[in-house]
């Protein structure tokens, strides 16, 4: 039994177990798609910035694409002759001096050093287009070209070079270009161009952002064009974001190291797959939450259910072990009384009364426990009829007590009856309210012991809705833990002092059956050794619209005529 029972237990624990664990990885992948779902999106955006970057490269390396399949060599020739570069170069040249990304071009022959004062270089005059060898030229043509050259002389040093110039950007923004002559294996000169910063960060990198990340259909992700060697934000696409580092949750440089202190910053201030999807997850997390309790709560119910179903089946079989013998045994005793009679073997007068008296109270019995059968059987089909009308609490148990009160009084009980300054009418079923009395009454015998006195106190009385009737005694009382069932059909308190009384368990539950039916509730207070009460209340159906004097109370009662046009 107690191994079963804590099978019981433990499948439901493991059950429960069980939903919540399903439930906490269904949360736990929820949380798990929706950060992936966010980390996916920054590495989109971060993708989009990548693209920006090779956009603003490709823009201004565009002005010199195409050299790799133009003739260098004869530059040497043609600058010194005549300040041109060889023809189709020249052009590019000149088309390129006009872009507004560049504000000068400088041609440096190899082996001369812009570095070492008085060097002379070539400089591109606008107005002439063509290159002026001349001491007057920037600074940092000095590292541009120290720079490329010793970029390029590291590819002609590798195996594998091909290509006829090669380009390196420095951090003074200067492009510089190393012309090659790969037949011969060495470097020509070095074109450097100075890159019109203000166009390249107002007119090139500014509106990129703003096309790529415009902060109205974007608003989560924000650039900061940042030169770091001067801690300077250059550009952004959202002004109302102050760039901090604690924003920063990327950086990306320009390809071939273009603006080579120059970078992108990003910073994900809300991602907005993030926004979408957390209103799917609260939904989701509703459902799966409703659902947990959906499922907890049908499990908890068929446990429940299935384990009440358990202790009536219990109770059942206890009872049709009870009932058999409490049939069989009246049965017996009237058979063998009738028996001897019939035969002839009892003669005497004093002993055939005797024998009639064993027959008539067996038979009472019986027919007292076939009544109650009836009733319950009647009342689980529905086929307890009512006829219930407007009565007054107070005469009911006063012809109640009339026709019982010498009963009680012969079982040694002392009857006291208190009633009511309400002359409220309820709606009852005379005879159901009798049942409920007597079935209230007789337990108040069967469980009131010879060792104290014996009392049973029956009380009207009233609150604003309801009339209220208690029913007192000093009995042996109800262990609290039995309180609850006590109404349940077939229970019996098993304990030694109710054991030894005859019962089926079926009394309480009658009473509380009856009493609903005429839309009353019944409640039970009771304390082991002192007593039991229990309080039924009625609906109030016709209210008295004043008090009445008990005086007067106590004669309606005895002429127990209410007249109903009296009542509001
Ligand atoms: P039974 O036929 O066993 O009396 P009931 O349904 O009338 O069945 O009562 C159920 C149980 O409640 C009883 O077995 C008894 O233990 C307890 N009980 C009912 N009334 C009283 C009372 N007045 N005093 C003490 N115990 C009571």
Same mark, same amino acid.
């Given at each position: 039994?107690?191994? %079963?029972?804590?099978?019981?237990?433990?499948?439901?624990?493991?059950?429960?177990?069980?939903?919540?664990?399903?439930?906490?990885?269904? +949360?736990?992948?929820?949380?798990?798609?929706?950060?992936?779902?966010?980390?996916?999106?920054?590495?989109?955006?971060?993708?989009?910035?990548?693209?920006?970057?090779?956009?603003?490269?490709?823009?201004?390396?565009?002005?010199?694409?195409?050299?790799? /399949?133009?003739?260098?060599?004869? /530059?040497?020739?043609?600058?010194?002759?005549?300040?041109?570069?060889?023809?189709?170069?020249?052009?590019?040249?000149?088309?390129?001096?006009?872009?507004?990304?560049?504000?000068?071009?400088?041609?440096?022959?190899?082996?001369?050093?812009?570095?070492?004062?008085?060097?002379?270089?070539?400089?591109?005059?606008?107005?002439?287009?063509?290159?002026?060898?001349?001491?007057?030229?920037?600074?940092?043509?000095?590292?541009?070209?120290?720079?490329?050259?010793?970029?390029?002389?590291?590819? @002609?040093?590798?195996?594998?070079?091909?290509?006829?110039?090669?380009?390196?950007?420095?951090?003074?923004?200067?492009?510089?270009?190393?012309?090659?002559?790969?037949?011969?294996?060495?470097?020509?000169?070095?074109?450097?161009?100075?890159?019109?910063?203000?166009?390249?960060?107002?007119?090139?990198?500014?509106?990129?952002?703003?096309?790529?990340?415009?902060?109205?259909?974007?608003?989560?992700?924000?650039?900061?064009?940042?030169?770091?060697?001067?801690?300077?934000?250059?550009?952004?696409?959202?002004?109302?974001?102050?760039?901090?580092?604690?924003?920063?949750?990327?950086?990306?440089?320009?390809?071939?190291?273009?603006?080579?202190?120059?970078?992108?910053?990003?910073?994900?201030?809300?991602?907005?797959?993030?926004?979408?999807?957390?209103?799917?997850?609260?939904?989701?997390?509703?459902?799966?939450?409703?659902?947990?309790?959906?499922?907890?709560?049908?499990?908890?119910?068929?446990?429940?259910?299935?384990?009440?179903?358990?202790?009536?089946?219990?109770?059942?079989?206890?009872?049709?072990?009870?009932?058999?013998?409490?049939?069989? /045994?009246?049965?017996? =005793?009237?058979?063998?009384?009738?028996?001897?009679?019939?035969?002839?073997?009892? /003669?005497?007068?004093?002993?055939?009364?005797?024998?009639?008296?064993?027959?008539?109270?067996? %038979?009472?019995?019986? #027919?007292?426990?076939?009544?109650?059968?009836?009733?319950?059987?009647?009342?689980?089909?529905?086929?307890?009829?009512?006829?219930?009308?407007?009565?007054?609490?107070?005469?009911?148990?006063?012809?109640?007590?009339?026709?019982?009160?010498?009963?009680?009084?012969?079982?040694?009980?002392? +009857?006291?009856?208190?009633?009511?300054?309400?002359?409220?009418?309820?709606?009852?079923? #005379?005879?159901?309210?009798?049942? =409920?009395?007597?079935?209230?009454?007789?337990?108040?015998?069967?469980?009131?012991?010879?060792?104290?006195?014996?009392?049973?106190?029956?009380? =009207?009385? %009233?609150?604003?809705?309801?009339?209220?009737?208690?029913?007192?005694?000093?009995?042996?009382?109800?262990?609290?833990?039995?309180?609850?069932?006590?109404?349940?059909?077939?229970?019996?308190?098993?304990?030694?002092?109710?054991?030894?009384?005859?019962?089926?368990?079926?009394? @309480?539950?009658?009473?509380?059956?009856?009493?609903?039916?005429?839309?009353?509730?019944?409640?039970?207070?009771?304390?082991?050794?002192?007593?039991?009460?229990?309080?039924?209340?009625?609906?109030?159906?016709?209210?008295?619209?004043?008090?009445?004097?008990?005086?007067?109370?106590?004669?309606?009662?005895?002429?127990?005529?209410?007249?109903?046009?009296?009542?509001?």
């Amino acid at each position: 039994m107690f191994t %079963s029972k804590a099978f019981r237990w433990a499948l439901l624990g493991i059950g429960l177990l069980a939903i919540i664990a399903l439930t906490g990885m269904n +949360v736990y992948s929820l949380y798990d798609i929706r950060d992936r779902m966010v980390d996916g999106e920054e590495e989109r955006q971060l993708s989009l910035v990548d693209e920006l970057t090779r956009n603003v490269w490709r823009q201004i390396y565009q002005p010199f694409e195409g050299l790799g /399949t133009l003739e260098l060599e004869p /530059t040497e020739r043609t600058i010194e002759t005549s300040g041109k570069f060889p023809p189709q170069l020249h052009e590019k040249i000149i088309s390129a001096a006009e872009s507004p990304l560049f504000d000068g071009l400088y041609y440096t022959p190899e082996g001369t050093d812009p570095c070492i004062e008085g060097s002379k270089v070539y400089v591109y005059n606008y107005s002439t287009q063509i290159m002026e060898y001349t001491e007057n030229y920037p600074s940092n043509l000095c590292d541009g070209v120290g720079l490329a050259r010793t970029k390029a002389r590291i590819e @002609l040093n590798s195996f594998d070079y091909r290509w006829n110039n090669n380009v390196e950007f420095d951090a003074h923004r200067t492009m510089n270009i190393g012309f090659i002559n790969l037949s011969e294996n060495r470097i020509i000169g070095y074109l450097s161009v100075s890159m019109n910063k203000d166009y390249i960060v107002n007119d090139v990198i500014a509106p990129m952002f703003m096309e790529y990340f415009d902060p109205k259909t974007n608003p989560g992700t924000v650039l900061w064009l940042h030169d770091w060697a001067n801690n300077d934000v250059l550009a952004t696409n959202n002004p109302s974001v102050n760039y901090n580092r604690d924003l920063m949750d990327a950086r990306k440089f320009f390809p071939g190291d273009m603006f080579e202190n120059w970078n992108v910053k990003v910073g994900f201030i809300e991602n907005p797959v993030g926004t979408i999807y957390n209103d799917t997850l609260l939904k989701n997390l509703i459902v799966l939450g409703v659902a947990m309790l959906f499922v907890i709560g049908a499990l908890l119910f068929m446990f429940f259910t299935a384990q009440k179903e358990r202790n009536l089946s219990q109770r059942q079989a206890g009872f049709l072990a009870n009932v058999t013998h409490e049939l069989k /045994t009246p049965l017996a =005793v009237m058979q063998a009384a009738g028996e001897n009679i019939s035969d002839g073997r009892v /003669t005497e007068k004093e002993r055939l009364k005797q024998y009639g008296n064993h027959i008539y109270n067996e %038979s009472i019995r019986l #027919r007292g426990m076939i009544e109650k059968l009836l009733d319950v059987a009647k009342t689980d089909s529905g086929q307890t009829l009512i006829k219930a009308i407007p009565s007054n609490l107070n005469e009911l148990v006063k012809e109640y007590l009339k026709e019982n009160r010498s009963y009680l009084e012969e079982k040694g009980f002392a +009857v006291s009856f208190k009633h009511s300054m309400s002359q409220a009418l309820i709606m009852v079923d #005379r005879s159901h309210l009798e049942t =409920v009395l007597s079935n209230l009454t007789e337990n108040a015998v069967k469980y009131s012991s010879d060792k104290r006195k014996k009392v049973i106190k029956i009380e =009207v009385d %009233s609150d604003p809705k309801n009339m209220l009737l208690h029913i007192s005694d000093t009995g042996i009382g109800i262990p609290k833990k039995h309180q609850k069932n006590i109404f349940k059909k077939f229970y019996r308190v098993e304990d030694s002092l109710s054991a030894k009384t005859k019962g089926h368990g079926l009394g @309480l539950s009658i009473v509380k059956n009856l009493i609903e039916l005429n839309g009353g509730t019944i409640d039970v207070a009771s304390e082991v050794g002192k007593g039991t009460t229990f309080t039924l209340r009625f609906p109030i159906f016709i209210r008295n619209k004043e008090k009445v004097s008990s005086k007067k109370t106590s004669e309606s009662s005895n002429t127990n005529m209410i007249n109903t046009s009296e009542y509001a």
